[in-house]
């Protein structure tokens, strides 16, 4: 009977990831399709995914006061969430690298990231924004920074990057990140 549970357990994990990696790669597919749209178009698909992961969130929650073995492995999810709702993170493929708590990965993209604003292939804005976003899902995770990486963030650190750090300081604070989901939720719609 108990392995039943871990295997249900395991299930009801994969299906949440799942879930997740829809989103994102729904709120990655918009951003790529931003320019095919009209303003008015756009506007509603995001609205509308941010609705789902709204949705998502509150499920979650049910999800984690229901089954106290679940939270560890759901609060990377509900962090990622929470970031995306409150537009912390602008790019998709870092928040779902958070989410699976993949440092390894989000330290390739950095690297790749790097190589194309050398060569051109992405603006230093861009590149800017988004290393500051993989360098705080580092830290999040607890990753060792550079002095480099460190100065970097301390540099270009913005008002959204610092209320996320603050408001997730302590992982242990789900109701805190939860209720400010819900608040991003109910001011994006």
Known sequence: MASRGKSETSKLKQNMEEQLDRLMQQLQDLEDCRQELDEEEYEETKRE???????????????????????????????AIQAAISQAFKTPEVIRLFAKKQPGQLRTRL????????????????????????????????????????????????????????????LGSEDKILALASSGVKNKV
């Open 49 to 79: 995914t941010l609705e789902q992961l709204g949705e998502f969130n509150d499920s979650l929650k049910k999800i984690m006061t229901g089954d106290m073995t679940l939270v560890d492995e759901l609060s990377g999810m509900q962090l």
């Open 111 to 170: 690297a790749e990231m790097d190589r194309e604003v050398m060569v051109g292939k992405l603006s230093r804005g861009v590149h800017t924004q988004q290393k500051m976003e993989i360098l705080m899902a580092l830290k999040k995770l607890e990753e060792k920074l550079t002095p480099e990486e460190e100065a970097f963030l301390v540099e270009n650190a913005t008002a959204t990057l610092s209320q996320f750090e603050k408001v997730t300081a302590n």
